[in-house]
């Protein structure tokens, strides 16, 4: 059974750092083909934030230069370090794994940026 569990949410104040991680269970973090973090904010659609994709990263336009994936897969763990938060980065973040044509979903943490 895969798991994905996010943690590192929390609240913050505008301008401070947060890094989420997403552990994975049942499955190895080297056989996966997609990796992405995605975020919901209250009303809106989940939208992708970053992925790591054939051990390429891409960023969505509104946290690019401020946000980082990266893996590490000694601890099968991938992480996802925010930097420069602005209150508009207010969302439950989750973490989502693809192994070919299986995907799986954390259960979200939520991450709040005071202004």
């Known amino acids: 059974q895969v798991q994905l569990v996010e943690s590192g949410g929390g609240l913050v104040q505008a301008g401070g750092s947060l890094r989420l991680s997403c552990a994975i269970s049942?499955?190895?973090?080297?056989?996966?083909?997609?990796m992405g973090w995605y975020r919901q904010a209250p009303g809106k659609q989940r939208e992708l934030v970053a992925l790591?994709?054939?051990?390429?990263?891409n960023y969505a336009d509104f946290v690019k230069g401020r946000f980082t994936i990266s893996r590490d897969n000694a601890k099968n763990t991938v992480y996802l370090q925010m930097n420069s938060l602005k209150p508009e980065d207010t969302a439950v973040y989750y973490c989502?794994?693809?192994?070919?044509?299986?995907?799986?979903w954390g259960q979200g943490t939520q991450v709040t940026v005071s202004s």
């Open positions: 989502k794994a693809s192994w070919g044509l299986l995907e799986y």
């Open positions: 049942g499955s190895s973090i080297f056989s996966i083909s997609f």
């Open positions: 790591l994709l054939s051990g390429s990263t």
